[in-house]
């Protein structure tokens, strides 16, 4: 199975704001004699060639660093960074990344796009840790063909060694991209390998390494600096003498973050769904001492007939006492079910079996919650429960997944190999403790399992794999071969073992196929110093086996699993793929030794901590200077004004609280469309509320609680059997596709006036200030120099003119761009007013943007303008409604519901629940259903999925078939260009594929419903 890679838009994002800064270099490839060095050596023909080297073009002059420091500013205001105010010595660069998200194919896409725009080739990439060495090296193989296709070129890298020189002549004289992967320690190392970077070796010809690699200008690209980087280090770096530095890290040190220029932290990542969902099991040892008896709540079991209790207690048999699991009903007798142990004589009966909360109460007054244990609990006894609980939570997603074709792994961190794998005397392997409670648990697991109908393959499956081949120990290996625990250096938690990294990323891939002949190892088991080498897309399910000590975060502990899972083709499951089901697939469950609560607000602080940097309140402050950009692409900066105007607002509106957290109101009003913003900046709603959502607010990053959905939603064969709902099913479940057919000179034209009325480029100047200080608020005012009030300034425009000897390929640019022609490009540029042309050279990098900005909008129009749908003759199947998993809380969002085709109901806003209210007691209604994600339209703006699709009883109404969209407010400027274009091509789909007798409307209640289908 071969991974693949698509082209994702944050990762071009983050390589062009690097490219950005150095706009207006021009592409050069300078190349020089290399030092051959003295001593003997022979003479060979191409000895010219052999020792020509290449080097990266240092940055013209004209590029000088006010010019730098306004790109950098440029870049950081359209990514929502506080503008740097100097430049952090020459060229420190630093892109926040988040785990998980292709940070290392990030830099490999940046190297590229800088020798594409500027000829650079020659790049280090400097790594803290054996571990992460060994991961790059496998990122660069196995990305080499993607980039390959898409540049034209392959880049040669290699990791730095000091016994094989020869590889540093060719890292200078070899003129393609050239990469040496380099761990910190190679030049850091005292002893007697003290550094052999800096020695003038024999072997050499009495040349230093150093010196040969600083002549190429390297570019530096740090992964990792707040573990790469300490004193020394920083120190030893500028003998490299780099061209710049490049820092990428999911978690800066807050005193080394440089000129950011990009950033994706945690929250954005997390909220554009690029990494998995956390979820979290919680075990909660109550210790009750009333009682020694020991009793453990594994889960509560709702459906249509009364609710269960899955239990584990304690059996006394012929053999000695054993813990068994049952599922029991309220009434059941735990002291005669038990064999009548002593320990459950008092009041053990099951009197209460609570859905709404999830608790079980007995006779005697004891109450217990899911996830809970009481008695007498050895560490022994909670590692089992965790075993087993990672055992049911990987079997419940490996149902889920396992007819999307997605292979199921669960990881187990352990500290002791002797807990997995034990050697007797003649050194033949036996199963350690941990190794024989997972065997025991995954028998009793399966042989209890309660099959629905249609899952005859995942039956087969699981019975094609044995227990014992299922679990897999990934370790250090001695010499003999055997299993043994890693060497640690004294204070370290990671180990420098390159060959288990090996074993690691060698499997990498095998791991991932189903097939149970070729890879039955589903379970597995490694050492908790080996953490930073998984990397597997496809962990659902991380247990830590041991207790969470203090120096491993708990994000640490979360990151070897956060990576998007794929398929068996090696496909990323993403949005492009998924549409909203990304976050059902994509769930990662931790198996905690502790209680949710405390896991949960352990991993908060720790997230909180990673993005500081964000603010934690909303103020007036929050808005003002920001730039804001209305519906028709305008943009304006927020004055002192409007900011309080935009806070006071939302202080009436209850959006925020006295301290200017976010409000309850303020996340329910946003789910029904219906926030509202001061009517100063109405028409730049969209922009307002992007700005208010960079707050960090804990909820939004809350990890769920694994054991909280508590319902399931199951079809209801009467209602899919209902002709009602066949007739309704058979006229929208064709599939179409779209045409677009537009004119390219009504374009054209449309493009030059759009660009006349509101192309505006801000010219380069220098201003001369003068200001006083006049009183001090705060520390953090006076570092930042805001302290000082200006009093005056005089601008004096055009001292410089985008320096003139840079040269800039405007159309090429453009195409780029726009996706148009050269041809149409030309078109537009010639037909615009010669002062609009003119404001090009006062200002190239802005003009540029902007434009295609705006012929992008214009084409988007277009498009939507000029759409036809055509049915095909492929439809959906009722396996959009059975195959996926949809889960939610009773009461919380969960609601039992008599005419939908699910026996419950999970609405995403209080508007929706309404709605399904309202359609489940209308005479009116025979049958409706929430359409689930995996039903979807084409557009050419992405995937979209209509909300509802209704059936009415003939003769009641006018419409019998309708697809409704709920929408909170009905006021178009609000719904914003992207969702009008996807309803407008939602409309077209259905009238192509229902002749008409499907209506498709937005309606913000039933009443308009009514409206729509009584007329």
């Avoid at 496909?571 to 492009?576: A, G, L, V």
């Avoid at 498009?863 to 492929?874: A, C, F, G, L, P």
């Avoid at 009116?924 to 509802?948: C, E, M, R």
């Avoid at 309606?1003 to 419903?1009: E, F, G, P």
């Amino acid at each position: 199975m071969k991974l693949q890679f698509k082209h994702q838009k944050f990762q071009a994002d983050a390589a062009k704001a690097v490219v950005d800064v150095f706009a207006g270099q021009p592409y050069l490839t300078p190349s020089y004699m290399m030092d051959k060095g003295s001593g003997y050596y022979q003479q060979t023909i191409t000895e010219e060639q052999d020792y020509t080297g290449w080097s990266n073009q240092k940055i013209v002059p004209e590029l000088n660093d006010r010019l730098i420091l306004e790109h950098i500013n440029t870049i950081q205001r359209a990514n929502q960074i506080k503008p740097s105010t100097k430049l952090e010595g020459r060229y420190n660069l630093t892109i926040e990344m988040e785990t998980g998200v292709g940070k290392t194919y990030t830099y490999i896409k940046t190297m590229y796009e800088l020798n594409k725009h500027y000829g650079w080739s020659k790049f280090i990439v400097v790594v803290p840790s054996i571990a992460i060495r060994e991961g790059v090296y496998k990122s660069f193989q196995v990305t080499q063909e993607h980039f390959a296709e898409e540049y034209g070129k392959k880049i040669r890298f290699f990791i730095y060694n000091s016994t094989q020189l020869t590889e540093i002549d060719r890292f200078a004289s070899d003129s393609s991209i050239n990469v040496m992967i380099i761990n910190s320690q190679a030049f850091n190392a005292k002893g007697k390998d003290a550094r052999r970077i800096y020695m003038k070796l024999d072997e050499f010809r009495s040349r230093r390494p150093i010196d040969i690699i600083a002549k190429t200008n390297p570019i530096m690209i740090i992964d990792e600096p707040q573990s790469v980087e300490g004193k020394q280090t920083k120190e030893n770096l500028k003998q490299f003498n780099p061209l710049m530095t490049l820092r990428y890290s999911a978690t800066h040190k807050s005193d080394s973050i440089y000129n950011m220029i990009y950033r994706l932290d945690a929250m954005e990542a997390y909220n554009k769904r690029l990494v998995k969902k956390i979820a979290v099991k919680g075990i909660t040892e109550s210790g009750s001492t009333a009682t020694e008896s020991y009793i453990y709540l594994e889960s509560i079991n709702l459906s249509k007939a009364a609710p269960t209790a899955t239990i584990q207690f304690d059996m006394k048999g012929a053999t000695g006492i054993r813990k068994i699991t049952r599922t029991v009903s309220e009434g059941y007798n735990l002291y005669d079910n038990s064999g009548q142990m002593e320990e459950y004589k008092q009041g053990f009966v099951v009197s209460r079996i609570d859905g709404r909360d999830d608790s079980v109460e007995f006779i005697n007054g004891i109450k217990l919650y899911a996830g809970d244990v009481i008695g007498k609990v050895s560490e022994d006894q909670l590692r089992r429960i965790q075993i087993r609980e990672t055992i049911l939570s990987h079997i419940q997603r490996e149902r889920e997944l396992f007819y999307k074709g997605i292979k199921v792994l669960s990881l187990f961190f352990i500290d002791e190999v002797a807990k997995y794998k034990q050697y007797d005397a003649a050194g033949q392997p036996m199963n350690g403790s941990y190794a024989e409670m997972f065997e025991e648990e995954y028998k009793d697991v399966i042989s209890n399992l309660q099959i629905d109908m249609g899952e005859e393959d995942y039956m087969k499956y699981l019975s094609a794999i044995s227990a014992d081949m299922t679990h897999a120990g990934y370790f250090s290996i001695d010499k003999k071969g055997k299993m043994v625990d890693p060497k640690l250096k004294r204070k370290e938690t990671t180990t420098d073992d390159v060959d288990a990294y090996d074993l690691i990323m060698k499997n990498k891939e095998l791991l991932l196929d189903r097939n149970p002949k070729k890879s039955p190892v589903r379970f597995i088991f490694s050492h908790s110093a080996l953490r930073e080498g998984w990397d597997n897309p496809n962990v659902f399910q991380i247990c830590t086996l041991k207790q969470s000590s203090s120096d491993v975060r708990k994000r640490q502990e979360v990151g070897r699993g956060l990576r998007l899972c794929v398929n068996q083709d090696g496909e990323r499951m993403d949005t492009n793929v998924l549409g909203n089901d990304v976050h059902n697939v994509n769930v990662l469950t931790v198996i905690a030794s502790e209680s949710y609560d405390s896991f949960a607000k352990g991993l908060q602080n720790e997230i909180a901590e990673a993005v500081a940097d964000r603010p934690k309140a909303v103020t007036a402050e929050l808005f003002i200077g920001k730039v804001i950009k209305d519906d028709k692409g305008n943009e304006q900066v927020v004055d002192g004004d409007t900011g309080r105007a935009i806070y006071f607002d939302l202080i009436v509106n209850g959006y925020i609280d006295k301290k200017g957290v976010l409000t309850d109101k303020y996340y329910e009003d946003k789910a029904n469309g219906e926030l509202k913003v001061a009517e100063e900046v109405a028409d730049s709603a969209a922009s307002v509320i992007e700005i208010i959502d960079s707050i960090y607010d804990s909820r939004a990053m809350q990890p769920e609680n694994a054991r909280s959905n508590n319902v399931e939603l199951e079809v209801d064969e009467s209602k899919l059997a209902m002709p009602e709902f066949k007739a309704l099913w058979a006229k929208i479940n064709s599939k179409s596709v779209y045409v677009v057919d537009f004119d390219t000179d009504e374009l054209v034209r449309k493009s030059t006036d759009s660009l006349d009325r509101k192309l505006r480029v801000s010219k380069i100047y220098f201003k001369v200030e003068t200001g006083a200080m006049e009183q001090i608020h705060s520390k953090e005012e006076l570092v930042s120099g805001a302290s000082f009030v200006k009093e005056e300034s005089a601008s004096y425009e055009n001292v410089v003119s985008a320096s003139s000897n840079v040269k800039y390929d405007l159309i090429g640019k453009l195409v780029d761009e726009t996706g148009l022609t050269r041809k149409a490009v030309i078109q537009i540029l010639q037909g615009i007013q010669p002062t609009t042309f003119n404001q090009f050279k006062d200002n190239p990098e802005e003009f540029i943007i902007k434009a295609a900005s705006l012929i992008n909008d214009e084409k988007a129009t277009a498009i939507i303008e000029h759409i036809t749908y055509d049915v095909m003759d492929d439809k959906y199947g009722t396996d959009v409604f059975t195959d996926p998993t949809i889960k939610g809380r009773l009461g919380v969002n969960a609601m039992k519901a008599k005419k939908h085709l699910y026996d419950h109901i999970v609405y995403d806003s209080t508007n929706e629940q309404t709605f399904a209210t309202e359609l489940d007691t209308n005479a009116n209604v025979a049958v409706y259903v929430k359409l689930p994600d995996g039903f979807y339209i084409s557009t050419p703006v992405g995937h979209y999925n209509p909300d509802w699709a209704i059936a009415f009883y003939e003769g009641t109404v006018k419409h019998i078939y309708f697809v409704a969209e709920t929408k909170g407010s009905m006021n178009s400027m609000q719904l914003r260009l992207i969702e009008e274009s996807k309803i407008h091509c939602a409309r077209e789909h259905f009238k192509a594929i229902s002749n008409g007798e499907v209506v498709y409307d937005v309606v913000d209640s039933y009443k308009s419903l009514l409206d729509i289908v009584t007329k």
